[in-house]
């Protein structure tokens, strides 16, 4: 039996709470995915996660990464202790 396409659309809406959740859900998936076990549209709706989950994952380094860029050109002003 199809899914409802609400269903379809919470799987992929929810967004993860930090990087290192995102990351965790990632690597069940991909255990769930590798397992062979999951019946197709399951399948189906764990890649559709794990791409998202990816973009979020991907994201966030890139923010850190600009973050770490800003630092080491010393755009911040150093911190001095008087």
């Given at each position: 039996?199809?899914?409802?396409?609400?269903a379809?659309?919470?799987?992929?809406?929810?967004?993860?709470?930090?990087?290192?959740?995102?990351?965790?859900?990632?690597?069940?998936?991909?255990?769930?995915m590798?397992?062979?076990?999951?019946?197709?549209?399951?399948?189906?709706?764990?890649?559709?996660?794990?791409?998202?989950?990816?973009?979020?994952?991907?994201?966030?380094?890139?923010?850190?990464?600009?973050?770490?860029?800003?630092?080491?050109?010393?755009?911040?002003?150093?911190?001095t202790?008087?």
């Amino acid at each position: 039996m199809p899914r409802s396409p609400a269903a379809a659309s919470k799987v992929v809406a929810d967004t993860p709470v930090s990087y290192e959740d995102a990351l965790a859900e990632l690597d069940r998936l991909l255990v769930a995915m590798e397992g062979g076990q999951l019946p197709l549209d399951s399948l189906l709706e764990s890649y559709q996660r794990g791409a998202v989950l990816l973009e979020f994952c991907r994201s966030k380094l890139q923010a850190v990464e600009q973050q770490v860029k800003v630092l080491e050109e010393g755009q911040l002003k150093p911190w001095t202790t008087t």
